[in-house]
Structure formats: C-alpha cells, structure tokens
C-alpha cells in the first residue's frame, strides 16, 4: 500500500542524539524489536527506524521537539492491538511507544474518575476500578491488553456501547504533546462543561494523527449490582436479527446484544461441541445489568418477549459466574472458530441504522454468493453495528482479488443504506482508500485542515485517515 | 463591551439585493424589529441591522454566500433564550432567525431518532417524541421555548444531565451551511461512527461560530415507564449539600439532583408560602425514573439512606402527577422569588468536580460577604453544576461594581478547586472576558485555528467566545 521508498530511516548521528535527549535504555533499534513493532492486529507489517519507549511526559516532550526538528514521522503506539493500522509506521522512522507509561494516577471515589498515563491495559483500569464498586463500561474483545491511550486514539466501542455508549462519552480531560513538544490540555475536572470548543472529542478517535496523550482523565460508574446473561437461540438468522430490534423498540435496555449468524454458529460448535447452539441458526446473547431485582424481572420479560412474541426457540438465563462464563464463551469461540473457514480474516466493522440490518445482512450474503466468498457475521447487534468477517487465503490469488473486489461493494452497500464503514475500528490504513465514500470532499478538506493546524509539517501517524499521497518524504531523510 | 463604531449596517443596496434573492417576506429592517431581535436572555441588547428569516436550506445558503462577498457579519438566532449572549449581533449585521424552520422532519420509532429543522422548539420535540413512547433527554430550563438549534450550539444541559449526560450526547449528525454558503454533513444515521475525525461534536457546543445549523438528527431513547420524585429537606445547606454528593457515592442513580440553599428557600417560602419549606435552609429535589418496580425501591432506599445516614429532617415523595408537579414548583418558584433580592441578577453556571462543591458553596458565600452582595445558589448538585446568582440593583453603581469585582474571583476560585467557568450556558459575550482563566494560551490558539478554517473572514457570529480585539469591521461597510 505505501512505498517503501518513503521509509524515513534515522541516521547514526540521529540515532545517537536521541539516546543522549532521553537515555539509552528507552531507544531500541534491534532487528528483532522492530519486527516485534512493526504490526497490530490488521496483521501489515511496517517496521519503525526506531523504538522510543518514554517513561514520563518530560520523554515525550523531548521526543516530540525532536522529531519535529529533524523531520522524523512519530507513530504513537499502545499495545497495538488496533484492527484498522491506526499504529502502524507506515513511514518509518520512529514508533513512539506507550507501555512503559503504565500507572493508574489515581482513582478518585469521590468523583468516580480515574487519572491514567496512556499505557494502562483496559482491563487493569476495569479491574481496579471493580475493587472499588466503580466501573468503566467501553469494552472492546481486546480488553484484556488494549492501552487505554489506543482506545481514546480509537474511541473504541464493544459490547456495552448499546446501553452505555462508547469511549468518547467517558473521557474528562486529556493531556497531549503537539509534534514540536507543546504540551495543551482540554476538557475539565467537572462533569459538565462548555467553555470554549470541545477540542476533547475531537482528539478522540483522532487515531493519534493530532497529538499524542501523555495524561488521561476517565468518567466511572457505580458498578452494577448484578448482570445477567441470556441466550436466545433461533432457526434462522433474520428471526434472530428481528428480535433483536424488536427487543430495543420495546423499550428494553440490555447492556449487551450480540447477534451470531448462523455460519459463525455452526464453526462454533464445530469447535466446541456445545451442544446449545446445535442445529441452531441464529442468536442473541443479550445481558441485563442493574439491581438484582430489576434484572430478574428484565429477564424473566425479555424471555417471555423473545419466545412468545419474537420467535425464539429457547431462552437459556444465566445468573451465576460460571454459567455466564459458558454463555460468553460461545460468542469467544468465534474467533478462533472461524478460522476453519480460511486462514485470513479481514474483519469489517461495518455499522447501519437499525432498521437496516435485517436487509444490509442480506445484501451481505448476497454479496458473498456473488464473488463466491465465505463471509461470517456476527456483532453489536443492538449499534446495528456488524463485524463483517471475509474468511479466505490470501495465497490464493484469485480468492484475494475477489475479496478486494467485494470490499468496496460492502462499504458502497453499507453508506447507501445510510450506514457507517467504521463503528468501532477507526479508518487507520485499512479503510483510508474507503473514506471518500462516507465523506465529501468538502467534509475531507475540513478534517485535513484541521491535521494541518496541529502538525503542519504531517509528521505525526503520517499516512493515516487521509490518503496517503498527503504525505511528502521531508528532504533532510533518505 | 463591545464598540458601536464597530457596527456593521447594510446598506440600502444590499438591503435590496437580499430582499430579491430570497423574497421580501423573509427580511425585516423596522426599528421594532430590531429592538425584538436585539436582546436574549443575558438581557444585553444589540440590535441587528436587518433581520433573515430563512425557510429552507436554500435560503440560508444564498444568505451565507451573499453575507460572505458582501463582509456582512451573520448572527445565527434560534428563540434568543442563550444566557451568554451568544445570539446577540454585537458588530450589527444579520441576525439569521430560524424561528420559520420549526418542521419536526421525522421521527422514526424503529431508529429512534427524530430529524428536525433548527428552529423546532424544544419541548414540542420532547412532546412529540413522548407521545410514541419515546423520550429526548436533554432538558434546559427554557425547554418551553429554546429552539433545538440553539440547544445544539450551545451544547444545553438541564436537569437530566447526572443520569443521561449533555446535549452531545444526542445528536447523530448535523447539516451545516458554511459562511459562504458551503453546505456539509457530519456524522451518521448509524448510531456508532469512528470514520474520520468528530467534527460532529466540534460542532455542538460551537456556539453559532463555525456553521449555521440546517438540518439535525437526534438519537431519542424508550421513555422511562415512570418517575417519582423526593423532597429532602435539612437544617442547613452544608448537609444538603453533603448528602447529594453521598448519594451518588453510594451508587444511588437519580435521574435529577437538585440543590437549593438557604437564602434560595427563603426567597421561595416568602412568595409561595409553600409550607414544605418554612424554615428549611437546605433542599435536595430528587428524580427516580425508570420501571415502576425499580423507581418504588430507588426512592424508598434513597429515604432511608437519606434519613438516617445523610442527616434529612424530613423526605417526601411524589408519586402521582400533581404531588410531583408541586414539589418541582419549589424550585421554578426560584426564577421569580429571587427578585425581591435585587432588580438583577447575574446567573453564574460554575461546575466544579463533586468533591470540591461543599468547599466552593462556602467560598461563594464567603465571597458574597466579603463584597457585602447578595448571592443565591441552586443547581445540579450531580453534576457539581451550581447557579451562582448575584442578585443586585445594576442602577446602584457602587454595588454593580462590586458585583463585577465578585465575578472574576468567583471564576478564579472555580478554577483553582479544578471546576469551570461554564457548566452549560457557553461562552458568548458574558463570559468572554473569562475563558483565559480556563484554557492557556496555547489551547486558545487552537481554538481560534479551527475558528478561521471554518470562517477565514470571520464573519459568522464574531464577537463571541474569544477576545473581541480579533474582529475587524470588514473594508466595505461603514
């Protein structure tokens, strides 16, 4: 996708005045830690000139200023674990690396606010709010290592977006470093507030092409009482999707709304052998969250509704820790499940109005019988929010072609439908050559604009978002 | 505070031109009219020099174009019910009233959304959203006649807010017309979108600065099956105070968190005689919404707990509608009650972070002695959000110079306790003088980047949020 030609390798002396600005042991240029750095989870590959790993904002600072003076792209990066490229060193030069900027600042009980550097693991910052009664709902599968850094850059979503939004609606402030190392602040301590532009939200989900965040401020809540799951099982898969609108156009309020279509299901058990989803061709993994009392009752209703007005074929309520454990366990079976489909997946995080779910998974199939691909879906089902797996190999040739030939259709499908190309992922690289579907060219030139105020110089997350003829090889590199 | 020297006045030719491009109706030049459309809510006043009532998105184009070749500030106005001015045509020119683009476009019960026209007046879009069992949150206190286009750009809060978050929260995407007559759209009918950066929520809360709103589309939610209300009373403000924010510490989830002082409640009593709050000194009004079930048990626990852990003289709850109604009235008493306390008032919307309100009530009232003024403050406790209201005679020199003297150091003090100097009335002219307090000179530099991407020549609402030394009166009028 870009030229390698483009690569922006530092040299010696280069190399060595950043090891002498910030400390040996924070630069790597191994071999071997480039290949570790150079992909996430769009499995390309782009190896960095550098690794810088910063243990403070003072490192970034330094970094930043540096950069900018010696025209080196800088690629923040978290634990890569982005589907969409969004960290990728597409140009080289250096990966500014976040792990090492791990600690939780503090969680305040009082506010229900947690302050973070930007290399916290999601599920660290989840666990230790949990010890505390607190909660932060944005949820993405990668959880378990995402930086939280990363899902700001993303606005990651995941499976309690449907009841709780996603992670634009959780972010109080952030402290950033400009490319030439200004260090700015926006947003505030309180909950609410309206001085100024809500620069915020714009540098969320920027997929770090703005500034980088050196400090985070997060919004909690009190942790729900209880949760339950509940798995619905269908006969077929547009039965399952329907019950799903259903379900939220009558005024219920799940905090998960997985939807599994009926190839997902059947590589599932496949894999696992449960024999819940046997013979089965579509669900709804739905959970309810609250008091315990209002979610007994919000099950036993929803349970009624599902099997008596939308046609379900069994609803099994799960309400202690191992038998939620098993339910979810399903929907985790799917990733490695899939893979007896083909050994590449591309995952398209597609997301529509609700109302045009049921007739966009159609077109999906349809699309797959046209180019004759094997295409599984499953996804946030209550977002309208799909994932759009094309299971295939990439060595065969005619296979791959005919899956970069059914892409765009999907994305076209998807904006006619007055959808979106990205619910969760980000544009990143992956979806760059797509963007100019959803947007004008109008639109574009604002977003561009708007880069350009805040790196002039596009030397930050170059050939991100935007398509990547933007970016000129700065003339004091080879 | 601002120069009439600056003041743009069209000419007589313009005067005609416009009246030809878009129909004679549709622009108003008497002084009468003028004198209607010269003032809002912060009660200064700055008449226009010709008035536009645009009817469609065509004509708010050709006025965006014609207004840019001519150099003829454009003041976008929805009903005028800004607290900060941000309306007003302080250098003259054009208002640009919606008022006649008040269609409810659609309101679509599968999606639930609705799309409006800019000049829809709130509550008749929460009317109408309600009668299909559907709810729009965002609930200022001029929801009665604030236009939605108004509610946008000044991103409007209300009472909801500590349950269901702000206005931004709400909106799925946005029609704009640049100056210049540029028409763009940002965001998706999809209610999850990361494509490209959130120019959507740069938008809200804008204040009328970077575009003219033309078209909006709004996530609406189930309505809740039913809300009950509690009265708390205490024997002073610092308990009532504590207990809100113990509360929310204590995982209660209220849907409205009212604070009312001492001076407040006196105020009221002595026009209402309401005899729930003879000799009371504090108040909380507290909101449950939700299932019926659910709602019965919050507010019984929440007595409780008020009761006996939280120090409350006495709860009352109001279960039917004309129990609840009467105890809201409590507080809408306030607007009017509080005027036997001075012929002004200057309505202060500070927020701070919960833990710092108990310390910032006391240092408002130490303010307030300090400068021999009178200040009443009410607000939503839940979100930190307090009401300062500096209640005086702007004919006593003496005392409206103190008054003036009091607002800075009341903004300062907010500051240093981490709050802000808005919580959710904006910028506009009234607080202009201020934001310096809140964001550096960098953050501001920024800000006022995005602003000329958006308006080069800035000639779309000038004058507001930032510095008015930034206006130039264009070389071609007087």
Not at 295 to 305: G, K, L, N, P, T
Request: with cysteine; net charge negative.
């Amino acid at each position: 996708m870009m030229k390698e030609n483009h690569k922006v390798l530092l040299t010696a002396s280069q190399l060595t005045a950043l090891r002498q600005l910030i400390g040996e042991e924070k630069v790597l240029t191994s071999e071997e830690e480039k290949v570790v750095y150079s992909y996430d989870a769009s499995k390309r590959k782009y190896p960095p000139s550098a690794i810088v790993l910063p243990r403070s904002r003072d490192d970034i600072v330094k970094v930043m200023r540096f950069a900018y003076e010696e025209n080196i792209p800088v690629y923040p990066r978290g634990s890569g674990s982005g589907m969409s490229g969004g960290s990728l060193p597409v140009y080289g030069g250096i990966a500014l690396v976040f792990t090492q900027m791990n600690k939780i600042i503090e969680i305040d009980e009082v506010n229900q606010s947690a302050t973070v550097e930007p290399g916290v693991v999601l599920s660290e910052l989840q666990h230790a709010a949990g010890r505390l009664n607190l909660f932060y709902p944005p949820d993405p599968a990668s959880a378990e290592f995402a930086s939280i850094g990363g899902t700001l850059a993303e606005c990651a979503g995941g499976l309690r977006c449907v009841k709780y939004g996603v992670t634009r609606d959780y972010v109080l402030w952030l402290e950033v470093v400009r490319m030439g190392g200004e260090v700015l602040q926006f947003g505030s301590d309180a909950v609410k507030s309206v001085s100024g532009y809500d620069i915020l939200r714009l540098l969320v989900g920027s997929e770090g092409t703005l500034a980088v965040f050196s400090k985070i401020k997060v919004r909690l809540l009190p942790r729900p009482e209880t949760a339950y799951t509940l798995l619905a099982t269908f006969s077929d898969e547009i039965t399952a999707l329907g019950a799903g609108i259903e379900l939220l156009k009558n005024a219920f309020v799940p905090s998960a709304l997985e939807f599994i279509d009926s190839l997902s299901l059947q590589c599932a058990y496949d894999y696992s052998h449960d024999q819940r989803i046997k013979d089965v061709r579509g669900v709804l993994l739905i959970e309810f969250d609250g008091k315990r009392a209002q979610v007994e009752h919000d099950c036993s209703e929803a349970r009624e509704f599902l099997s008596r007005r939308a046609g379900a074929l069994n609803v099994e309520i799960a309400t202690d820790r191992q038998s939620i454990e098993a339910l979810w366990q399903i929907r985790r079976y799917l990733s490695p499940a899939l893979f007896q489909l083909g050994p590449t997946k591309y995952n398209e995080d597609i997301a529509v109005p609700r109302s045009e779910l049921v007739a966009t998974f159609k077109a999906i199939k349809e699309l797959a019988d046209r180019h004759k691909l094997t295409i599984a879906v499953f996804g946030h089902c209550g977002d309208g929010n799909l994932h759009v797996n094309f299971m295939f190999d990439e060595n065969n040739k005619d296979e791959k072609a005919r899956v970069e030939q059914a892409i765009p259709e999907l994305f076209q499908m998807v904006i006619q439908r007055r959808g979106t190309i990205s619910g969760e992922h980000g544009i990143g690289i992956m979806k760059l050559p797509y963007l100019s579907l959803e947007y004008g060219e109008a639109e574009l030139r604002i977003m561009r604009e708007i880069k350009s105020i805040w790196d002039p110089k596009n030397l930050l997350n170059p050939g991100k978002i935007f398509p990547s003829d933007n970016f000129r090889t700065p003339p004091t590199t080879q």
